[in-house]
């Protein structure tokens, strides 16, 4: 008999031994951090660089229930896991953040870490609030402090098992994110380096913009390679491909008023990335935009993987050219030229050759306004199509446009369509 001996204490040990790193790993998580005792006098002028920076990242539009009360929580984010429901900000000793310290409030930005202790979910961009110098915390807990307190409980999460977990939430915790202040770049300009503060770190850009894994998200400040939005129905283009969201090649002054105004550079911005502009760009100081500008033209151009062309069906193409031609052509025109000024064009328009279809899919369904903001008050509408047209109809007209005049991007199928519908 030979005396070859049985693998298996050998896979059993292995395995134990895994199970004993992981169970290290999520110890080591929960355990969490104390929060620092720091004293924070509330000057007048701390308390406007807060509310700036509040603006900068967008907390209120996330922190306000559809028809609630502002910063009193309740708002849902959709994610694959299931939803989040955003807390109250406002200084209600009881169900707010009335009782916390200026360090308590310090650990949730930089560490994610909840008053209780207990780790917070990462739809709560902290990945990217962990960047703030303490004196800008400071100024956002001094802000906070001065709105009106609104009593309103925290509704639970509704996620799925094992999400709701918090060795879950410790693992992705160990793999995607890693505490710290921003590190000034000392080889590039301080416009540079307040620009990739501001859209790194508060304004939380990657937070949308960054590719994504399965479990959710890379959580880095710094990846800007798009990816569809958890909740399935916007996809935030790469930042860093000019065919796609990139303003490598814009100037400044059009990057400038695209985060101004949400028109800039022959674009318009729509959905989400309206409601950024809404609610937080639009109410930065010129200096901060020019730097977040500097930022964004320098960053890497990095073009998207795109597959290999395929034509859509010659009759989906017709078809898809006659509600052109009935639906969309008085605004765009015959030849997708659009009217300057009022109607962007569709042919050669980026947002419309975009790697995935979902935001031109989003555009037909919804129709929609750019962000009405005061540098650009009334903009020209354009209906929804959602209850005209049905899936097959609006893949086919999608189609179209992806596929004319010059444009070539990929077919839209109506299960593309009942994706975002
Ligand atoms: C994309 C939506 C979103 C944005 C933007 C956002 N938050 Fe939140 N925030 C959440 C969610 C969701 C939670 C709850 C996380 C949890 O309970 O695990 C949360 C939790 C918090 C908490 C912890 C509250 C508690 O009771 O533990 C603080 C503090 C906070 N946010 C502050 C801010 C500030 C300041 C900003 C702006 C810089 C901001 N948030 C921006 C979604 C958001
Ligand atoms: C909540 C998600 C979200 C956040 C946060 C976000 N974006 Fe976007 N962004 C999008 C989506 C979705 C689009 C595609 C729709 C569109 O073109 O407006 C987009 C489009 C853009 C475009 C291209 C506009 C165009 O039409 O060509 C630029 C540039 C941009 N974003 C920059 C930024 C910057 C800078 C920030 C941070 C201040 C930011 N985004 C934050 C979701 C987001
Ligand atoms: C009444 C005029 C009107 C009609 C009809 C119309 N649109 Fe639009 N369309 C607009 C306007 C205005 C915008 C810019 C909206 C904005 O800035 O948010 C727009 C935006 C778009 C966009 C997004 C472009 C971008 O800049 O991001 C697409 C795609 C689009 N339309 C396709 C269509 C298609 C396809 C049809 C027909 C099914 C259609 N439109 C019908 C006026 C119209």
Redesign the pocket.
């Given at each position: 008999m030979s005396a070859r001996r049985s693998p298996l204490p050998l896979v059993l040990g292995a395995f134990l031994l895994g199970l004993l790193v992981l169970a290290a790993v999520v110890w080591w998580q929960l355990r969490g951090v104390p929060a620092p005792t720091r004293e924070v006098t509330a000057t007048p002028a701390l308390i406007a660089r807060g509310e700036q920076l509040a603006r900068?990242g967008?907390c209120m539009a996330c922190h306000t229930a559809r028809g609630g009360e502002p910063w009193s929580g309740g708002h849902v984010v959709k994610t694959p896991f299931g939803d989040l429901v955003s807390s109250n900000l406002t200084p209600d000793p009881d169900t707010g953040l009335g009782g916390w310290s200026a360090g308590e409030f310090w650990r949730a930005l930089h560490h994610g870490q909840s008053r209780d202790g207990r780790l917070l979910y990462p739809a709560f961009?902290y990945t990217h609030t962990t960047l703030l110098q303490r004196d800008d915390v400071d100024a956002l807990y001094a802000y906070l402090r001065t709105l009106a307190p609104v009593r309103r409980e925290h509704e639970p999460h509704r996620l799925r098992f094992p999400y709701n977990t918090q060795a879950a939430l410790a693992l992705w915790r160990a793999m995607y994110f890693e505490p710290g202040e921003y590190q000034p770049d000392t080889s590039r300009s301080a416009d540079w380096n307040q620009g990739a503060y501001?859209?790194r770190g508060v304004?939380?850009?990657?937070?949308?913009?960054a590719e994504r894994s399965t479990l959710g998200g890379s959580g880095d400040s710094a990846a800007f390679g798009g990816s569809l939005?958890p909740s399935g129905d916007?996809?935030?283009?790469s930042?860093r491909d000019p065919a796609?969201?990139?303003?490598q090649d814009w100037s400044l002054d059009d990057?400038v008023a695209?985060?101004r105004t949400g028109r800039g550079?022959?674009?318009?911005?729509?959905?989400?990335?309206?409601?950024?502009v809404l609610h937080?760009?639009q109410h930065l100081p010129e200096a901060d935009l020019r730097a977040?500008a500097v930022f964004?033209k320098d960053l890497p151009v990095q073009p998207v993987k795109r597959p290999a062309f395929e034509g859509a069906e010659p009759a989906v193409l017709a078809r898809g050219g006659r509600l052109y031609d009935n639906h969309c052509a008085q605004c765009h025109g015959d030849q997708g030229q659009g009217a300057q000024g009022i109607y962007p064009p569709l042919a050669g328009h980026?947002?419309v050759t975009?790697v995935s279809p979902v935001?031109t899919v989003q555009a037909i369904l919804s129709g929609g306004f750019g962000p009405a903001t005061a540098g650009h008050p009334r903009p020209f509408g354009m209906p929804p199509y959602r209850s005209l047209l049905n899936d097959e109809e609006i893949a086919a007209v999608a189609s179209y446009v992806r596929q004319s005049w010059g444009n070539k991007a990929g077919a839209v199928s109506a299960l593309d369509v009942a994706r975002v519908r």
């Open positions: 900068a967008n961009p501001l859209v304004a939380h850009c990657a937070a949308c913009h939005m916007w996809w935030a283009p930042l796609e969201a990139g303003v990057v695209l985060l550079g022959g674009a318009s911005t729509l959905g989400p990335m309206a409601e950024v937080g760009t977040m964004l980026r947002a975009q935001n």
